[in-house]
């Protein structure tokens, strides 16, 4: 080999190095791709969660909020974590909303029963006074009003049943 040939070879550079990081670049990005687009599939496999539904909008944060745990690296994350933001005031929203409905449930069947037994009590009254047929009317309002396992319930019934037989009898 001459010296010309030598000289030559050292002055020009190498291109194998450019090559490999441009290979290894390349590479590198391609897998950045593939996990961005592998990760977008998943995260439009989460569970969807209609708009008034408590249960289904807790599956979706929960869904949501260990998706976005689970890949950091996601691109989406950052776009996507505003929708975990919307996720929990909906669920505080409708969790709120739920605690008032069943709390006028309650209040609704407390009410029931406070008529109830107040037309019990004034069928007790009507039969002291001899006003029978005033008596048998409270006490079908009563069974009428009252919620769905009023204790009293059973009684009222064998109080009506006695006032009619007696009303039967008597005349």
Not at 159 to 164: C, N, Q, R
């Amino acid at each position: 080999m001459s010296t010309a040939n030598l000289q030559s070879e050292e002055a020009e550079p190498s291109r194998r190095p450019l090559v490999l990081r441009s290979f290894v670049g390349s590479l590198v990005v391609s897998l950045l791709v593939m996990y961005q687009v592998q990760v977008k599939s998943m995260w439009n496999e989460l569970p969807a969660a209609a708009e008034g539904d408590l249960q289904a909008s807790r599956t979706r944060l929960a869904a949501v909020t260990e998706f976005i745990d689970e890949h950091p690296l996601w691109i989406g994350s950052y776009m996507e974590s505003g929708e975990k933001s919307r996720l929990s005031t909906r669920v505080i929203q409708l969790q709120t909303a739920k605690t008032l409905e069943d709390t006028k449930i309650g209040s609704d069947l407390v009410n029931r029963r406070l008529e109830a037994e107040s037309a019990r009590e004034r069928a007790i009254e009507y039969v002291s006074k001899e006003e029978y047929q005033n008596a048998i009317e409270s006490l079908r309002h009563a069974l009428e009003v009252a919620p769905e396992g009023w204790t009293e319930a059973d009684q009222v019934r064998r109080d009506l049943e006695a006032i009619e037989q007696e009303l039967e009898v008597n005349g």
